[in-house]
């Protein structure tokens, strides 16, 4: 079923009527991080190229939950998919890092954005996949940041479980 771009950004509960779909496509949708599936059990094809998905980690385990016959994903285009044609703070090695956790997360996976996940790939993801994760501070604490500053402290601030850094 292509939905690509048709305003799905309105409402997907009518694919809960479609149990037995097997593709679908909602690129161009304007999606963000509130996207919603129904339970898809037969869904081997998803695309969400060029949508407004941030959160990659609650966005993966909701399609765990809902898509487990799930073999093809394509992220392209959204702030979750790094890459460095289109923002100047990603590399090649961000991408790297980005599959190895899509493929911990969705270990069914035999192609991400458009390229074959290879046996070397899905080897990484079982050993290194878990501490892929990209770690976000609080808007809040980078707000406070913007604010503030850097120089109260003298220290840099590094990531940690969400907190602020020690001079916000």
């Known amino acids: 079923m292509n939905l690509a771009p048709q305003g799905a950004e309105r409402s997907l509960e009518g694919l809960s009527a479609f149990r037995s779909l097997e593709e679908l496509i909602l690129d161009n949708n304007q999606l963000g991080d509130d996207l919603v599936l129904p339970e898809l059990p037969r869904l081997h094809t998803l695309t969400l190229n060029k949508n407004r998905i941030t959160d990659l980690e609650y966005l993966l385990d909701h399609l765990a939950e809902v898509t487990p016959a799930l073999e093809y994903v394509s992220l ?26 899509v493929l911990y ?32 501070p609080k808007v809040s604490c980078l707000l406070a940041v913007l604010h503030k500053g850097f120089t109260s402290h003298g220290s840099a601030y590094t990531p940690g479980h969400g907190e602020c850094p020690p001079s916000v």
């Not at 959204?78 to 980005?98: F, M, Q, T």
């Not at 270990?107 to 046996?119: E, W």
């Open 76 to 101: 392209l285009g959204n702030v979750a998919c790094p890459n460095e044609l289109v923002s100047l703070e990603k590399d090649e090695e961000d991408y790297k890092r980005y599959r190895c956790f």
């Open 105 to 136: 997360k969705l270990p069914n996976l035999k192609f991400l954005d458009a390229q074959k996940v290879t046996r070397q790939e899905r080897e990484e993801a079982l050993v290194r996949g878990a501490f892929m994760k990209v770690v976000k």
